[in-house]
């Protein structure tokens, strides 16, 4: 697979750049021969193997299966002190990143786009100590721990696994990811394949805003009736899948459909109405609909499988490194955002209706003023013509139209008044209404307020350092994908599908015995008790020789299942 080529190089780069960056400090453990690092390496790596924890399990350990490799067996302290200075030296990201490249082309050579899947791995922390916690699912509850991305590329091989908070969400992580891993890779990603977590609307709008392409499902427990979509081509059949039918769709809402850049692909059993999941997904129009749901079924036997190989073979869930910084707590900073935000939002509203009722008040001053004045000058024209009338009857001349005239006056007034009335009783009525909500949102608004200050943003939570855990990580996934190499490669037919669990009992801790010429080295293991698995192990021995493999110094590797007991 060219693993040995690959460490070897990054833990002498890593080494390199760190005593740059600190001249003054100097990583003696990690500046030994590289057959003692392989040596300290090997004990970390087979610790599963072994049916161990962690290096402090080397306190007790009496075992012979890493004595068989270098003639002894270290114990506890120089380990911890090998992984301390590879966790000073920040070992564990640019490793994890040399290996992902070394698996993609040992499984996938060449540069064409690559379809992986993505989805967490939550494992927990036990402590009585203020942490960040998150959804831990195997437990059913919220508590500190780590969340492990694990990235699969076709036929379920691993690309790599990287460690990240707790509270971390696909929604905020993922795409970025995806661009990283392409650096890594040196070569393009075809689309990712997400579980539910990874199909709501904001993750498929930055995947359109970066112009990367990805496949899920829309959570279950929400379903839409088929009267919520608009269908884009006809039934066809799943492939693999006679029960089943799919076809493209769009949301019917065309609101909803002008703001959501997914491909929906809708699916019902044959006969039925109404849809029973729905797929979605951007930058897949390339993907025959009738294929869609087989890839990403593919998921389980692919990612989730291997997951649970993980836990059970490799120790996934244990940890490494108890160090720790105090930081303020993520989660409470968001809560206390939200809540700020929620604050924000009353005083705005309040901010409205006060700039309403000021709005109001000004219209009411500035109509009665001009009504007043146009009021004053009505009532000075109807004194005016009274007296001309006056005047006029003094004279006994007439004064019929001078009448109609004062009559004309008099019913301007009155409107002038009547709308005076009317506009002012509206306008007040307005600024009562709007002083009412202002005194609502101001009891809602120190209602929130008394919330958001109720939430404690000053209670410092332990951050752990992820380092040390990176590290380990990184060779727990190494050994599942040597393992992986080792099934397809080497192992008879019978037992290619062999999980790493199975096969740690089965083969990788079977007794026997070594023996160390110069040239050659032969390894015998004892008879099988059934003839079965002693036929399936010589022909897998055969496979092994055959391939002419040499251990590290050069010698020739040759195996064989003893007869007798």
């Known amino acids: 697979m060219g693993v040995t080529a690959t460490v070897e190089s990054t833990v002498a780069t890593v080494c390199q ?11 003696r453990v990690l500046n030994s021969e590289m057959e003692t690092i ?10 599963p193997i072994l049916g161990l924890e962690r290096p402090r399990c080397l306190y007790y350990y009496q075992g012979d299966g890493l004595r068989i490799l270098y003639g002894f067996t270290y ?3 120089p380990l911890e ?3 301390g200075q590879l ?3 920040e070992a564990g990201q640019p490793l994890a990143a040399a290996l992902a490249d070394c698996y993609s082309q040992a499984w996938y050579p060449g540069q064409d ?6 989805d967490w791995h939550s494992k927990p922390h036990w402590t009585k100590e203020r942490a960040h916690s998150g959804s831990i699912t195997m437990w059913g509850r919220l508590m500190p721990g780590t969340k492990q991305l694990l990235i699969n590329g076709p036929e379920g091989h691993l690309i790599g696994g990287w460690n990240h908070p707790v509270d971390s969400h696909f929604s905020q992580v993922m795409v970025e990811w995806e661009g990283k891993l392409a650096d890594m890779l040196d070569r393009p990603l075809a689309y990712t394949i997400l579980d539910s977590e990874g199909g709501g609307l904001p993750i498929a709008q930055e995947h359109a805003q970066e112009g990367q392409a990805y496949l899920s499902v829309l959570p279950r427990g929400r379903e839409q009736p088929l009267s919520a979509f608009a269908l884009q081509s006809e039934w066809q059949p799943v492939e693999g899948d006679a029960a089943h039918e799919v076809v493209d769709a769009r949301w019917a809402d065309a609101k909803k459909a002008s703001e959501d850049p997914r491909r929906l692909i809708v699916m019902r059993p044959v006969g039925r109405t109404e849809p029973t999941r729905v797929y979605a997904g951007v930058g897949i129009d390339a993907l025959p609909v009738a294929e869609i749901p087989q890839r990403h079924r593919a998921r389980w036997q692919n990612q989730e499988r291997r997951i649970r190989e993980l836990i059970g073979g490799a120790n996934l869930n244990a940890n490494y490194g108890y160090t720790y910084s105090e930081v303020p707590s993520r989660t409470h900073q968001r809560r206390w955002q939200a809540a700020q935000e929620s604050v924000e939002v009353i005083e705005g509203k309040l901010a409205q209706n006060q700039e309403a009722m000021r709005n109001l008040t000004c219209q009411l001053e500035q109509f009665e ?3 007043t004045q146009r009021i004053s000058e009505q009532r000075q024209e109807l004194a005016l013509r009274e007296a001309a009338i006056e005047t006029r009857r003094l004279a006994q001349r007439p004064v019929r139209r001078m009448t109609q005239g004062l009559q004309r006056v008099q019913r301007e007034l009155d409107t002038l008044n009547a709308r005076l009335t009317r506009r002012k009783d509206s306008l007040l009525g307005r600024i009562d209404e709007h002083q009412q909500r202002v005194g609502q ?5 120190d209602k929130r307020t008394a919330e958001r200050d109720a939430i404690d943003t000053d209670t410092m939570r332990r951050e752990r350092d992820l380092e040390k855990d990176q590290i380990m990580f990184t060779l727990q996934v190494l050994l599942l994908s040597l393992h992986d190499w080792v099934r397809n490669h080497f192992l008879a037919p019978e037992w290619q599908r062999l999980e790493l669990e199975t096969a740690t009992q089965l083969l990788y801790c079977k007794p026997g015995w070594v023996t160390w010429h110069e040239e050659w080295i032969e390894i015998v293991l004892e008879p099988y008790r059934y003839a079965e698995q002693q036929r399936t192990m010589e022909a897998t021995c055969q496979r092994f020789n055959d391939a002419n493999l040499c251990w590290r110094d050069g010698r020739l590797l040759r195996m064989r299942v003893a007869h007798e007991p």
């Open 75 to 77: 114990k506890y302290l």
């Open 113 to 118: 786009a690559l379809p992986i899947y993505s």
């Open 38 to 47: 392989w040596h300290k390496l090997d004990h970390l790596l087979y610790l």
């Open 17 to 27: 750049t760190y005593e740059q960056a600190h001249p003054e400090r100097n990583l």
């Open 87 to 89: 966790s000073h030296a």
């Open 441 to 445: 949102l101001e009891q809602e608004r």
């Open 369 to 371: 003023q001009t009504m």
């Open 81 to 83: 002190q090998f992984l």
